[in-house]
Nanobody, 123 residues
Framework: QVQLVESGGGSVQTGGSLRLSCAAS????????MGWFRQAPGKEREGVAA????????TYADSVKGRFTISKDIPKNTLYLQMNSLKPEDTAMYYC????????????????WGQGTQVTVSS
């Protein structure tokens, strides 16, 4: 039973930082690619960042390149998203997801999802 639980969301002012965490259980963390996605009310779900099973390959949406960093701590079965220089347009519910194969930022290719953590950036 795959379980993904996000945490670390909150409210921050423009230019601030947050670090999201995703605690994973129920599968071999090393064999699954993982990603962060976000969705704001009335908008399509957007892929933010993804990382390969071994943590050696990463990709980012153009909108967050240079500001966000995805990483994983394999011994702790935990995925992270460090978000710096936050902007109001980053406001969304952020979801952690897992896929058996490299799925980049294609949300439809991810089989398992957490319930999300809210990030709100005020200007």
């Amino acid at each position: 039973q795959v379980q993904l639980v996000e945490s670390g969301g909150g409210s921050v002012q423009t230019g601030g930082s947050l670090r999201l965490s995703c605690a994973a259980s129920g599968y071999d963390f090393r064999l699954y690619s993982m990603g962060w996605f976000r969705q704001a009310p009335g908008k399509e779900r957007e892929g933010v960042a993804a990382i390969s099973g071994g943590g050696h390959i990463t990709t980012y949406a153009d909108s967050v390149k240079g500001r966000f960093t995805i990483s994983k701590d394999i011994p702790k079965n935990t995925l992270y998203l460090q978000m710096n220089s936050l902007k109001p347009e980053d406001t969304a519910m952020y979801y952690c997801a897992a896929a058996r194969w490299w799925s980049s930022l294609r949300g439809d290719q991810y089989a398992y999802w957490g319930q999300g953590t809210q990030v709100t950036v005020s200007s």
